[in-house]
């Protein structure tokens, strides 16, 4: 039988300085493939190529992978500045309305860092350009410098509801995990259930209220040695089987 396909949001980039490509991650295939076991699909992320309507029809759930550009503030009602960093409108054209969609029709999606961001907004939240101003805040950037090992090294505590969605994915009221983002949420959406936080009280698991399907996000990397993390293979296989029953679901639809 052929497994589901996921659709990887992608972010766009050049190589060598010069020629643009589209750019999913291979960690974000692998944990997809090896992990969610499902078909990894790279999606360019820019409505002059494909609709959310097409991809809902070819895919059965999306990865909204994180990515250097951030979600733009005139999204969330607010005017650009420097701190609000570099954007890609393109993403942004795609990602929020897919994800609005995929809440209405329950079909599943997993975001991670800025995914999780363009959850948030999505449904109504705001961010904040750079949360280690804040008072009390740590530095939940990626490190300048380091081997892949040490730039994705569990950093910090994520405390879970007790009993909540997460908690029960990973059977613990508290894991370690990465840190590599220096945007997070200023103000949930009005259904956003925020399940997570660090240990300084940045919000990092969150999922939509009255969605019948997977919602879930974090604002970490799980897809970083995903295969034997024993926080992100849970949060994977939870992921691949929620896809499973949704392309279930589709076949007997059709059927």
Not at 128 to 141: A, Q, T, V
Request: proline content about 8%; some cysteine.
């Amino acid at each position: 039988m052929t497994r589901p396909v996921v659709g990887i949001i992608g972010n766009r980039g050049l190589v060598n300085g010069r020629y643009p490509v589209h750019e999913g991650g291979q960690m974000n295939s692998c944990a997809v493939s090896h992990v969610a076991d499902c078909i990894p699909l790279l999606i360019p992320a820019d409505p002059d190529y494909v609709s959310v309507a097409e991809l809902m029809e070819v895919c059965d759930g999306f990865l909204l992978t994180g990515g250097r550009p951030n979600v733009h503030p005139s999204e969330y009602g607010e005017i650009e500045t420097d701190r609000h960093g570099t954007f890609d409108r393109a993403r942004d054209a795609i990602t929020l309305p897919l994800v609005r969609a995929c809440v209405e029709r329950g079909q599943p999606f997993l975001g991670i860092c800025r995914g999780f961001q363009e959850v948030n907004v999505a449904m109504g939240g705001t961010l904040d350009p750079e949360i280690r101003e804040l008072p009390g805040r740590m530095n939940h950037r990626m490190p300048p410098e380091g081997t892949m090992e040490e730039v994705f090294g569990l950093r910090h505590k994520v405390i879970l509801t007790p009993g909540g969605r997460f908690a029960r994915i990973f059977g613990a009221e508290e894991v370690m995990t990465n840190t590599l983002h220096g945007q997070g949420i200023a103000r949930p959406g009005a259904r956003i259930v925020v399940e997570g936080h660090a240990e300084d009280g940045t919000p990092e698991a969150i999922w939509v209220r009255d969605a019948p399907g997977f919602t879930l996000a974090v604002q970490w990397h799980p897809e970083w040695n995903a295969e034997a993390d024993p926080v992100s293979r849970p949060l994977f296989r939870a992921f691949g089987q929620a896809v499973r029953d949704w392309a279930e679901g589709r076949t007997a639809r059709v059927a």
